[in-house]
């Protein structure tokens, strides 16, 4: 049971992604609560592509990108790439990034933005340090770097404006 109170408007309250007002339910449903919702199912949708990618062996990797690349139109350009170029970088950034906008929809207030930089932060570390037990795969601090630029970038700059109230609103 979702039951929001909003600290501008006294009395009303939004009871499953409805307006209530002095206990009468309107058919007003509230879109910010269903979307609040909806990118945190996206979120952890996200965080379970973003694990599976970064801590998938390397060869099944490879063997995934060439199988993805035999059905590109530009599957030579693929093919002709050089493996040792540092792509993975701009998949780490990429990933995060992805994190970190999603997490900017899910929690809109500044202390659920700076909650979700340290547990992007630390989901970091930890595939950082989970990494040099995969086969294939190895630390690095330049991949920790694009982490927390992409979840950065992604936490404030795709953030919801704050003219929408959602920091006025505080979960009952």
């Known amino acids: ?3 929001l109170r909003l600290s501008l408007h006294g ?4 009871h499953n ?13 509230v879109p910010g609560i269903l979307s609040y919702a909806l990118f945190r199912h996206l979120f952890l949708l996200a965080l379970l592509v973003t694990l ?5 062996p390397a060869d099944s990797v490879l ?3 060439i199988w993805v690349a035999s059905w590109l139109p530009w599957a030579a350009l693929v093919e002709s790439a050089d493996p040792s170029a540092h792509t993975d970088k701009i998949v780490h950034f990429g990933l995060f990034l992805m994190l970190g906008f999603l997490a900017a929809r899910s929690w809109p207030s500044t202390a659920g933005r700076w909650r979700a930089l340290l547990g992007l932060l630390l ?3 930890l595939t950082e340090w989970l990494q040099q037990f995969v086969p294939g795969r190895g630390t690095s ?3 920790l770097a694009a982490d927390v630029a992409g979840a950065s970038l992604g936490l404030w700059w795709f953030h919801p404006e704050s003219s929408t109230g959602a920091s006025d609103m505080n979960v009952v």
């Open 52 to 56: 599976v990618a970064l801590l998938t």
């Open 123 to 125: 989901l970091g570390c």
């Open 63 to 65: 063997a995934f990108k």
């Open 11 to 14: 009395g009303v309250t939004i």
């Open 1 to 3: 049971m979702m039951l």
């Open 141 to 143: 601090a330049f991949d």
């Open 17 to 29: 992604g409805y307006v209530c007002c002095c206990g009468l339910m309107a058919n007003y449903p």
